[in-house]
């Protein structure tokens, strides 16, 4: 129900007391407030109903309103709030899902430790291969080579591993060892390119290079997203991936692989890394393990790095874990989530979903030059803004303005790095809400 005018102003002013996330009180000085939701809307207290055509921050997969993952919550809470997950304890629903979740990104990652995100995650993610290194006995190896356009999250170590340097500006001195190479970005490859070489190989041929560069007896990792999301929906040439794995494989690098957004079937397939068939080494989760109805994230490794801690002496445990590792009520919440992914064949519906929203997007290229690229795989989308379809010059400006004048239509979409206004619906989005989005986007490219 919507509130009266004074009460949602009297919300406003109250909100000024937090500290919200990438804060500047311009952002917030009106902002929406979400009463409810249901399906993939919004509905806010001044009365707004809003297709929220980015799940949340692309984690809401199985859409809003979702009764069994309220009940599983509150049968858990009531039961079993909480209990550590630490030296010597467990509980049933983290072993359960820990259960489940073996062999399901890859068949050689079986082993999964739980946070409360993907950040977090990322964190583990770092610490992991710098203790495998050494427990390996090369003591040296810390360095990750990541990407530029890259999103990792938001503690020191993500902040640093993320190669989008707004991130990194108020923050530094930057954390040692987190080395940027370009994007395998087909629109605009960024690095140098030999004739005759395609984006990917270049692109792998540059994090050869950054190994030799810094020495790979210092490079204990590569992190990529299989799909780049925050940094602007950047889909990799198919022959990337597996040029990387022969590379992480020839220097002794581990290969990490950050799946916080593309899992769980926001790409069209289970997990992003399944496009290419591609095997990591170490994978970070979040976002999807749960549709974000409680916070759960983690990691899962291979069994060669589960044998390098197991087999430690005391002496070397594994010093690290959450207060909130394997939360039993975000675990319980993780398992029906997953029923209903595979009860209502969300991933498969991401597919065909995903193929009407990008061939929706691609045709409004048609009268719309503003619009450089339409670019997608299952339901991770981007538009990205050009001033100029010969020059390529990005135009964040637009993609900011059509990504509010958008909102301002009911339709939430996000505009991101390199000038792109992203979507990533909920997975259970239909074909007429799609035509939706389509339809207000076409309005507002019209009215700019
Ligand atoms: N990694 C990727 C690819 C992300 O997109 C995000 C968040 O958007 C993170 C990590 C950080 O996750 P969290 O915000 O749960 O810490």
Known sequence: MPITAAEHAALVEKDKLQLHPLQHPKAHADPLIVERSEGVYLYTTDGRKILDAMAGLWNVNIGYGRKECAEAAYKQMLNMAYTSNYVGMSNRPSIELAARLAGYAHPTLNHTFFTSGGSEANDSAFKTARYYWKRMGKKDKYKVIARKSAYHGITLAATFATGVSRYHEMFGPAIPGF???????????????????????????????????????????????PVM????????????FPLVRQICDKYDVLLMVDEVINGFGRTGKRFGINHWNLRPDILSFAKGVTSGYLPLGGIQVSDAIMDAINSAPESESWMHGHTYSGHPASCAVGLVNLDIYERENLVEHSRLMGEKLQAGLKSLMVDFPQIGEARGIGLLCGIEFVKDRKTKEQDPATAAKVANAAQARGIRARSVPNATVAFSPPLTINEDEIDQIIKTFAAVLDSI
């Open 179 to 225: 080395i940027h190479v370009p994007a395998p970005y087909p629109y605009r490859y960024e690095g140098d390119m030999k004739p005759g070489e395609t984006v990917g190989q270049a692109a792998a041929r540059a994090v050869e290079e950054a190994i030799l560069r810094e020495g790979p007896d210092t490079v204990a990792a590569y992190i990529a997203e």
């Open 229 to 240: 999301g925050v940094g602007g929906v950047i889909i990799p040439p198919d022959d990337y």
